[in-house]
């Protein structure tokens, strides 16, 4: 339910570059988002034409890159895959793992229409 | 200079240009910005904001967090009567609607601030930073801040507080850390309320929950609580004492404290996977 707050937080941010690059509006807004991030995808894409709408943002694609999840285990020193509510080490079993992906809610790249395209 | 072509574009700065630069040009009409930042950085600045003033007056916060109804309020009214003997104390109250908690708060000679929410399912940095104009932090030592009762959104959002607190009552069930991992990978404390129950609800199993936990990376302690047994609140109010104390030695030493999770260590991590 927080994620049209979290779209509209992510507007503010994209009107805010764009105006900081003299863009006249937005094309294509790139964000990294982890299952452990605390936000949901699906509800992130419905929410957003909503926040967008009267924007510089409105119209443009909106990409969601899921982010995997990943530990590191501080027993056996390797990496492995986990799943967002048991993060334990694949290798060895250890929970005293530590987190290398998976709770990203990123703002990676955007992308800008800077003239007005010749018809 | 000729934009157009890149001419201008000295060697040193011609990654910026490349693809995937901070400055890509795309075809005739567009171009790119790398941005790499937090969806949520307006409000964690604002939370870095609150950090800095409850640092800078030598004041705890606490957030405390659990489903609606797992005994938050309870919790604070049964340890207030302890804790305001050895601290000054002031809370804060979110719901998304009535005052009745921050009454109940009152009540026990507390000063305590409501913060309506409306539709809103959790607090963030910017409501704090209102409600903070109404207390004097010169005036207390812990500042506990209740959050909406709900176990996914508040988890999402940093308030500027030093500790979090989450609370799992025993007739919610031992499973609930693996069902909102969020929430209690974020927890410096996990406090299981309402163990009075323990005997008529005998499907809870404590170990399970911790086990939950643990399997969240999570080595936070967790501890046996219930209001109707006062005695089971001394590890509660033991663990508050120490919080308080090695806050103050931090502050004294000009430094802070972030809660388990921290919010832009994602921040971080996308920087060094991009470099």
Redesign the interface.
Known sequence: MHELAVCQALIDQVEHLAREQHALRVARIEVTIGPLSGVEAQLLEQAYPLAAAGSLAEGAELCLEPAPVRVHCAQCNRDSDASANRLLCAHCGNWQTSLLSGDELLLRRVEFFREQAYV | MCDTCGCNVTHGNRHLIAP?GKLEK?G????????????????DHVAAHNREHFDRHGVLAVNLMSSPGAGKTALLEASLERVKQRYRVAVIEGDLETENDARRIRAQGVEAVQIVTGT???L?AHMVHKALHQIDLDAIDILFIENVGNL??P???DLGQHRNVALLSVPEGDDK???Y???F?AADLVAITKVDLLPVLDDFSVERARS?V????N?APLLELSTRQRDSLEAWLDWLEQQVAEHRSRCARGESLRPR?QPD???L??LA?SG
């Open positions: 995937g795309l005739r009409h567009g171009s790119a910005v790398s941005v790499l930042s937090s969806l949520l950085t307006e409000n809103a399912c959790h963030d996914v959104c988890a999402s959002f850390p693996s069902k991992p969020v929430m990978r939950n643990q399997a969240l990376a080595a999770v260590g994602a921040v991590h996308g996977t």
